[in-house]
């Protein structure tokens, strides 16, 4: 029944969030098709993660796998790792903290029609403290003007993607602007993307990993890095190919 659905969450100081979730997402994925695994990637956690994730494996067996980090790698170092262990067709990901409702997953899997590469969400309404709100909208908007990103919504992690799409973007980016990078090289494939409203929860348990001075300095930094790659050296490799084509005909 459907087609095979890879769903993983990347994981840091998350153990109270966790059994409700993974539970939740054995329920939903068992009601959309035969075919799926789950996967924790836990980010090299400090709290009781790993035993959590221990405890929940002997529960759930073989369908729910965890890969551990032995350091903390980044946001964008776990999402790279959920998306190279993932082996069914579709992977689906969203965060580990539980501000976001599994059960919403057919929503995605609704408009992933043929021609369809990736069905991104976007908050109906964000359940952050103002302050998180108010850099995240500034985020989204900076990252979206800076990069040509046509989705309303970079900073929501709940996401559908064909894996085969994935495993050709060579993903680099080990903060959270690995969100910005995979979305910008989505986009720029060709391939078409849909958007869908999802509901945002407050956070329960824990802190945001992002919004941290240190994550923030590491964001900003690699964002720059991204800018050069994904936008200022392709303009300026066509306008040299411009220059060049010009010439020869000039000549």
Sequence with gaps: ?????????????????????????????????????????????????GQVLENLAKRHGPRLRVVTHSTNRGYGGALQTGFRHATRELVFYTDGDGQYDVGELPLLLRELKPGVGLVNGYKLRRRDPWHRIVIGKAYNRFARVLFGIRIRDIDCDFRLVRRSLVETLELESTSGTICVELVRKIELSGCGVAEVGVNHYPRLHGKSQFFRWRSLARTQRQILVLHWRLVVMPMATRASRRALCAFRLST
């Excluded at 095979?4 to 329920?27: E, K, Q, W």
């Excluded at 990637?41 to 709290?47: A, K, L």
């Design 1 to 49: 029944m459907g087609v095979g659905i890879s769903a993983f969450f990347p994981a840091y100081n998350d153990a109270p969030s966790l059994p409700s979730l993974i539970a939740r997402t054995f329920d939903v994925l068992g009601s959309c098709t035969d075919d799926f695994e789950v996967i924790v990637v836990d980010d090299g956690s400090r709290d009781d993660t």
